[in-house]
C-alpha cells in the first residue's frame, strides 16, 4: 500500500511541475509573440494551466500530508 501512495505522490507532484514549466513557457510565448492573436492564445493558455497547476499543488499537498 505504500508504494501505491508513493506513486501517487510522484505522479502528481511530475505533473504539478510539468504544468507549472507549461505555464512559464506560455507566459514567455505570449510576450514575445508579435501577432496579438496568437499571443492572446497563449495567454489564455498559460491561465488555464496556471489553474490546473493550482488544483495538482492542492492535491499533492493533500497526498503528502496524509503520509
Known sequence: MAD???NTRDC???????TMEL?????????RIEDEEVSEVFKK???EQGMQASN???LYHKYDQNQ
Open 56 to 58: 495538482l499543488r492542492e
Open 45 to 47: 493558455l498559460a491561465e
Open 4 to 6: 501505491d501512495k508513493m
Open 23 to 31: 505555464v512559464r513557457d506560455f507566459e514567455m510565448y505570449s510576450k
Open 12 to 18: 502528481l507532484q511530475r505533473a504539478w511541475m510539468n
